[in-house]
C-alpha cells in the first residue's frame, strides 16, 4: 500500500490566493520530500525536510511536518498560474530502507 | 547540462515482445530508480540501484528486470511485456540514497503493450 497519500486530490483556487496540500504517511521516516510535476512531464524537486525538522521555507513554498501525526503539508503563498501542477510528496522509511514512496498527488489548478 | 535521459519517449508494442528502456544520467549518482506511474496510484518504485552491481527491488518488480553495470547506465527490460505493464515510465537519480537528496528525473518513457 501506499505510504504517501495526498489530500486533497485536487484543489482549485485564483491566482494570489494560497493553496494547502497535505500528506499522510504509515510508518516512520528518515526523510520527506515534496516534488512538482507538469503535465505527464518528469517530477521536479522542490523542497526535502528531514525527520528532525519541523518547518522548512523556499520562496513561496513552506513546507511542515508533524512526525506524531505522521503528515506534511506543502503550502504555496501568493499562487500563479504557472504553479498549476501535481504535487507529490516522497518518503524514505527509517530503518535503513533504500526504498522510496511517492503519494498518490494533489492536482493543483490555478485560475488566472 | 545535469540531465537525465531515457530512451525510448514512446513505445508501443505487442504481448511477449523483450523490449529495453535506456536510461542515462550524467552526473555521477549513486542512486538510480524506476518508477511507473499509473492514474490515482502516483508513482510506484520498481527497482533501485545504489551502484554499479548493486540492485534491489522496490515495490512492483514483477515483470521487471534490472542491471547497473556501469554508474552512468540503468536500463529497464521487460522480458515479456503484458498489457498491466502499459505505464509511464521514470528513471531517476540522486547522490545519496533513498530520499536524502534530490531526485532528478527522466523525462519519460511511456509504454503501450498490446
Known amino acids: 500500500s501506499q505510504q504517501g497519500e495526498e489530500d486533497p486530490q485536487a484543489l482549485s483556487i485564483q491566482e494570489g490566493e494560497n493553496a494547502t496540500m497535505n500528506c499522510s504517511y504509515k510508518t516512520s521516516i528518515n526523510n520527506l520530500q515534496w516534488y512538482r510535476q507538469n503535465s505527464g512531464r518528469g517530477l521536479v524537486h522542490l523542497i526535502l525536510?528531514?525527520?528532525?525538522?519541523r518547518e522548512k521555507h523556499s520562496g513561496r513554498l513552506r513546507v511542515t511536518l508533524d512526525t506524531s501525526k505522521k503528515s506534511s503539508s506543502l503550502l504555496i503563498t501568493a499562487s500563479r498560474a504557472a504553479d498549476t501542477a501535481s504535487y507529490f510528496c516522497?518518503?524514505?522509511?527509517?530503518?535503513?530502507?533504500?526504498?522510496?514512496?511517492f503519494g498518490t498527488g494533489t492536482k493543483l489548478q490555478v485560475i488566472p | 547540462e545535469a540531465q537525465v535521459t531515457q530512451n525510448p519517449r514512446y513505445l508501443i508494442t505487442v504481448t511477449g515482445k523483450k523490449l529495453t528502456v535506456t536510461c542515462s544520467q550524467n552526473m555521477n549518482h549513486e542512486y538510480m530508480s524506476w518508477y511507473r506511474q499509473d492514474p490515482g496510484l502516483g508513482l510506484r518504485q520498481i527497482y533501485y540501484?545504489?551502484?554499479?552491481?548493486?540492485?534491489d527491488k522496490g515495490d512492483v518488480p514483477e515483470g521487471y528486470k534490472v542491471s547497473r553495470k556501469e554508474k552512468r547506465n540503468f536500463p529497464l527490460i521487460l522480458e515479456s511485456p503484458s498489457p498491466n505493464q502499459t505505464s509511464l515510465y521514470f528513471c531517476a537519480s540522486s547522490r545519496e540514497r533513498g530520499a536524502r537528496d534530490t531526485q532528478y528525473f527522466g523525462p519519460g518513457t511511456r509504454l503501450t503493450v498490446l
Open positions: 516522497a518518503t524514505e522509511k527509517s530503518g535503513g530502507y533504500q526504498k522510496v514512496t
Open positions: 540501484s545504489m551502484n554499479v552491481e548493486v540492485t
Open positions: 525536510i528531514r525527520s528532525n525538522e
